[in-house]
């Protein structure tokens, strides 16, 4: 279960990275989401190996059982503190890199920067780079001379805009700047909570391991006494 929930983070971050990867232009930033993954599937093989060994109680099992979850331990540690690194680089990364995607729009015919500014627009409810007037300054609004942003900037609940710049009331006033830092951050949160919860989740499973094995190696032997020809 742990495995599996490791995993849909992984992915979660992956799917997330890609509406948002032309304003990240470090592609190691997916390297926590890469490992994550990686745990996730060991932890599956290991989780295997940790219930056969319990099984048949083997000393040799359970002692390899609790050395790999040590190693998947340190891993994970390793996990969240990439996380924070990757984590505190997002704003100059974003900041970075924003620019160029808004001044590469092209509203006539999308490519996939454009289809991301609409999609960021529309989905964190925002407009330009700090504020819509940030439109005026790129290559698409002096081409187009519509004295207008794109329509990703309207409020959703309006059916009627236009995007003209003479009714700002209809457009969405926060920068998306901001907004795709703080979202950006968010994903790399819920790696680095993933890490850390099932690293607690590892201390206890080499903890009860550690347990077994201990009480395993008091356990007396058993031995067949013979006394006079019958069993004692």
Known sequence: AAAGILCYVGAYVF??????DHFFEDVY???????IIAVGTLLFII???GCCATIRESRCGLATFVIILLLVFITEVVVVVLGYIYRAKVEVEVDHSIQKVYNGYNGTNPDAASRAIDYVQRQLRCCGIHDYTDWENTVWFKQTKNNSVPLSCCKASLSNCTGTLTRPMDLYSEGCEVLVVKKLQEIMMYVIWAALAFAAIQLLGMLCACIVLCRRSRDPAYELLITGGTYA
């Open 15 to 20: 799917i997330t990275y890609d509406d948002y």
């Open 29 to 35: 930033t997916l390297i926590p989401a890469v490992i």
């Open 47 to 49: 989780g295997l190996i």
